[in-house]
């Protein structure tokens, strides 16, 4: 089975410039979910998802952020524009319908360096 | 709000020796407790996990842990350690909220394995 698949998995882009990230959860999977990991700061949930509808943004760091989800299938995090303090790995993770125990499946993460 | 709390930031064991990883939560419920593991350049891969049920809860490759709720504990426990576990390993809480399962994440634990 397919995992929760990132993409681009490495991106380089210069200060100002709009970054896109994107996400397909695993197929069934309805909560889907966007972290941010630096060393100073640890991995930091910027915002989360259920049925398509964002419920909680409160980790987005600030209007240069945005995160969407068009369709159960796909999401993206956009950064516009970017500073070199967004540099980081920024995963995304989903899991699936069933109790609040359920797993939590990540991807192997988009690594944005800004410059 | 949950969260949790890793006091050990690096750890080193010889190879075979035991393992102890110590994680405390903070959470005003019976809170989802997970342990995920962070290989080089990798995504976040689950170890195990505790909702309910018996408090000693058994994981991939060998790793065991322990909830505690006196001690709002959840440590991390191997036997006997293999070149191959050095990684970083991360503790975290999960709140069920608004329709979603957020997970609070520790700030890591980097283990190094000594041939």
């Known amino acids: 089975d397919a995992g929760v698949i990132q993409s681009p998995r490495h991106e380089v882009t210069e200060m100002g410039q709009e970054v896109t990230l994107r996400c397909k959860p695993i197929?069934?999977?309805?909560?889907l979910f966007w972290y941010r990991q630096t060393m100073m700061r640890g991995l930091e949930l910027l915002i989360y998802?259920?049925?398509?509808?964002?419920?909680?943004d409160s980790g987005m760091p600030e209007d240069r952020f945005s995160a969407k989800m068009p369709n159960a299938s796909f999401s993206t995090l956009k950064i516009q524009p970017s500073e070199p303090r967004d540099s980081a790995v920024y995963f995304c993770?989903?899991?699936?319908?069933?109790?609040?125990?359920?797993?939590?499946?990540f991807g192997e993460g988009s690594w944005l360096t800004v410059v | 709000a949950q969260s949790v709390t890793q006091p050990d930031i690096h750890i080193t064991v010889s190879e075979g020796a035991s393992l102890e990883l110590r994680c405390n939560y903070s959470?005003?419920?019976?809170?989802?407790l997970f342990w995920y593991v962070q290989s080089p350049g990798q995504g976040l891969q689950l170890l195990l996990k505790?909702?309910?049920?018996?408090?000693l809860v058994q994981g991939i490759k060998g790793f065991e842990a322990e909830f505690k709720r006196s001690q709002s504990s959840f440590n991390l426990r191997k036997p006997s350690v293999h070149w191959s576990d050095a990684a970083e390993y991360f503790c975290?809480?999960?709140?069920?909220?608004?329709?979603?399962?957020?997970?609070?994440f520790g700030t890591g634990t980097q283990l190094k394995v000594e041939l």
């Open positions: 505790y909702f309910s049920g018996d408090t």
């Open positions: 975290a809480v999960g709140a069920v909220t608004g329709g979603g399962n957020k997970l609070t």
């Open positions: 993770a989903s899991r699936g319908p069933t109790g609040g125990g359920n797993t939590i499946y």
């Open positions: 998802f259920n049925n398509n509808v964002p419920i909680d």
């Open positions: 197929s069934g999977h309805n909560s």
């Open positions: 959470y005003g419920a019976t809170p989802y």
